[in-house]
């Protein structure tokens, strides 16, 4: 059972849920964190005063399902409603501190974390997340992602998988970015409604920094709330949750010739992960794998597709993801219809539940360590990468000297390079992780360093518009060589 609920954010607490709404409105994150059958990290004093809330956290986690899912239609409302309850009934004092986000006029977005150690990152346990509701009209996700922690919190124990699962993996959750967009979504359309849009009429599909093109606009405050989330965390896969198709789409949804636009397809360094990522969603799930559910969308074979192959797409968020935050995220279409009746709600769960369950299993795929000195302190931003996987902005070890590689089972050179220290090479034979729940584990130790690499985080820019002028540059180059040689050949 659980052990203990808390919810902290960045400024101050609210205790009854009748002010909830009211006074977090100055925050533009909270965390409700979950944590099952684990021990507490909040010391002797504060844990017995959890003991005597929690029976009455119990049978009101137990009993929240009645109020937390299948309401028709789910309004914010309610789900505030629902997390509040809990809060009220099982928190009521400071415990954590939370790292800064930006302000949020709107309504607040809510995580829900769950683990044996939710509350703050374990070395070893690699950082999961689910979003949902990004465009407020899409709803499915969202229901989705509410009988999830159910489900999780309810069999742990009982079932296998789940009580792995949480064993191993830190597992975030939140149900809607776009809460406003949701509320804003009067008329329930299968197509579109304005509710795509945030409160400000932006959407936040298109509102993070591009890696190909000057994304010329206001970073909205949801969008900051993310991006400031994910670069506090060690986030190692993702799955964005939509609705409109049935199909799982894949980084780039944006592209130039140097990752092969020319051909419709623009590729990343880690193509062969994602195209396991997006078929493992795919063939889980009751129907997405055949492709062509959706009468007035194309054929997707497997039900799966390149971003930028299926639509182009400039500021989305799984290309900031790949790119910034060092995390594989894929986004899951998960509705022909954008926002269907209350009555397919549980058809819709259970098409999607084996494969929600799965694909939080790949977060265990590939390579896991940490980078050490001698004397077995961690080094923080060294680069940890895969020869021929080398990424435009290197992926590095966190500040626990930690690094996570997603890597389909096979042979690898890994390179680990410490500024002013040289590098280390080894090569492994890397099994398949999800099936053990843990990837393969190896540290690198560096005898000497030099100096402690400082901070090297990536900058936001275009950063593949240079191999764009480059890869624009050499052409005629290369089609100079290829005509003299052909006229050598003849004239020879």
């Given at each position: 059972?659980?052990?203990?609920?808390?919810?902290?954010?960045?400024?101050?607490?609210?205790?009854?849920?009748?002010?909830?709404?009211?006074?977090?409105?100055?925050?533009?994150?909270?965390?409700?964190?979950?944590?099952?059958?684990?021990?507490?990290?909040?010391?002797?004093?504060?844990?017995?005063?959890?003991?005597?809330?929690?029976?009455?956290?119990?049978?009101?986690?137990?009993?929240?399902?009645?109020?937390?899912?299948?309401?028709?239609?789910?309004?914010?409302?309610?789900?505030?409603?629902?997390?509040?309850?809990?809060?009220k009934k099982s928190?009521?004092?400071?415990?954590?501190?939370?790292?800064?986000?930006?302000?949020?006029?709107?309504?607040?977005?809510?995580?829900?974390?769950?683990?044996?150690?939710?509350?703050?990152?374990?070395?070893?346990?690699?950082?999961?997340?689910?979003?949902?509701?990004?465009?407020?009209?899409?709803?499915?996700?969202?229901?989705?992602?509410?009988?999830?922690?159910?489900?999780?919190?309810?069999?742990?124990?009982?079932?296998?998988?789940?009580?792995?699962?949480?064993?191993?993996?830190?597992?975030?959750?939140?149900?809607?970015?776009?809460?406003?967009?949701?509320?804003?979504?009067?008329?329930?359309?299968?197509?579109?409604?304005?509710?795509?849009?945030?409160?400000?009429?932006?959407?936040?599909?298109?509102?993070?920094?591009?890696?190909?093109?000057?994304?010329?606009?206001?970073?909205?405050?949801?969008?900051?709330?993310?991006?400031?989330?994910?670069?506090?965390?060690?986030?190692?896969?993702?799955?964005?949750?939509?609705?409109?198709?049935?199909?799982?789409?894949?980084?780039?949804?944006?592209?130039?010739?140097?990752?092969?636009?020319?051909?419709?397809?623009?590729?990343?360094?880690?193509?062969?992960?994602?195209i396991h990522l997006?078929?493992?969603?795919?063939?889980?799930?009751?129907?997405?794998?055949?492709?062509?559910?959706?009468?007035?969308?194309?054929?997707?074979?497997?039900?799966?597709?390149?971003?930028?192959?299926?639509?182009?797409?400039?500021?989305?968020?799984?290309?900031?993801?790949?790119?910034?935050?060092?995390?594989?995220?894929?986004?899951?279409?998960?509705?022909?219809?954008?926002?269907?009746?209350?009555?397919?709600?549980?058809?819709?769960?259970?098409?999607?539940?084996?494969?929600?369950?799965?694909?939080?299993?790949?977060?265990?795929?590939?390579?896991?360590?940490?980078?050490?000195?001698?004397?077995?302190?961690?080094?923080?931003?060294?680069?940890?990468?895969?020869k021929g996987r080398?990424?435009?902005?290197?992926?590095?070890?966190?500040?626990?000297?930690?690094?996570?590689?997603?890597?389909?089972?096979?042979?690898?050179?890994?390179?680990?390079?410490?500024?002013?220290?040289?590098?280390?090479?080894?090569?492994?034979?890397?099994?398949?992780?999800?099936?053990?729940?843990?990837?393969?584990?190896?540290?690198?130790?560096?005898?000497?360093?030099?100096?402690?690499?400082?901070?090297?985080?990536?900058?936001?820019?275009?950063?593949?518009?240079?191999?764009?002028?480059?890869?624009?540059?050499?052409?005629?180059?290369?089609?100079?060589?290829?005509?003299?040689?052909?006229?050598?050949?003849?004239?020879?």
């Amino acid at each position: 059972m659980t052990h203990f609920l808390s919810l902290f954010t960045s400024e101050k607490r609210c205790y009854s849920y009748s002010s909830v709404s009211r006074c977090l409105t100055n925050n533009s994150l909270l965390y409700f964190i979950l944590q099952v059958d684990g021990p507490t990290l909040l010391g002797v004093e504060i844990f017995c005063l959890f003991l005597r809330k929690l029976f009455s956290f119990v049978f009101l986690l137990l009993s929240s399902r009645l109020v937390c899912l299948w309401f028709p239609p789910p309004q914010m409302n309610i789900l505030d409603n629902c997390l509040g309850r809990l809060v009220k009934k099982s928190f009521s004092f400071d415990t954590l501190n939370f790292f800064s986000p930006s302000p949020l006029k709107g309504r607040d977005l809510w995580v829900l974390v769950l683990g044996r150690f939710p509350t703050q990152h374990t070395i070893g346990i690699p950082e999961f997340k689910y979003i949902a509701n990004m465009h407020g009209d899409e709803t499915v996700g969202r229901e989705l992602l509410l009988h999830l922690i159910d489900f999780l919190v309810t069999n742990d124990k009982s079932d296998p998988v789940v009580t792995r699962l949480i064993n191993s993996t830190r597992i975030h959750i939140m149900p809607s970015m776009n809460p406003d967009g949701f509320e804003a979504t009067t008329t329930h359309d299968c197509y579109y409604s304005e509710g795509r849009f945030n409160k400000n009429g932006e959407d936040l599909n298109r509102n993070f920094p591009d890696v190909f093109n000057s994304n010329n606009v206001t970073i909205q405050p949801e969008t900051q709330a993310v991006i400031n989330w994910i670069q506090n965390e060690t986030f190692v896969l993702s799955a964005n949750l939509h609705g409109g198709a049935l199909i799982a789409s894949y980084t780039f949804d944006n592209g130039n010739p140097a990752t092969g636009s020319l051909q419709g397809y623009s590729r990343s360094r880690d193509d062969d992960v994602f195209i396991h990522l997006a078929k493992t969603y795919s063939s889980n799930h009751a129907s997405m794998y055949k492709g062509n559910e959706c009468g007035n969308k194309p054929v997707f074979p497997y039900g799966i597709t390149n971003g930028y192959a299926w639509y182009q797409l400039q500021g989305g968020m799984q290309d900031y993801n790949y790119i910034w935050g060092q995390c594989f995220e894929i986004t899951l279409e998960l509705s022909c219809c954008k926002y269907p009746p209350a009555s397919q709600l549980q058809d819709f769960w259970n098409d999607n539940k084996a494969a929600l369950i799965e694909y939080i299993k790949q977060v265990h795929l590939g390579v896991k360590g940490q980078v050490l000195d001698r004397h077995g302190q961690p080094i923080p931003n060294v680069i940890v990468e895969a020869k021929g996987r080398e990424h435009i902005c290197p992926y590095r070890t966190n500040q626990h000297g930690e690094y996570y590689l997603l890597l389909l089972p096979g042979s690898y050179v890994l390179n680990a390079t410490a500024p002013g220290s040289g590098s280390i090479l080894k090569t492994l034979l890397v099994p398949n992780g999800p099936e053990n729940f843990s990837a393969l584990k190896y540290d690198f130790v560096f005898s000497e360093i030099s100096t402690l690499a400082g901070d090297a985080s990536c900058p936001t820019k275009p950063l593949y518009q240079d191999f764009e002028s480059i890869s624009a540059a050499v052409k005629p180059t290369l089609h100079f060589l290829a005509l003299m040689t052909v006229l050598y050949t003849v004239f020879k």
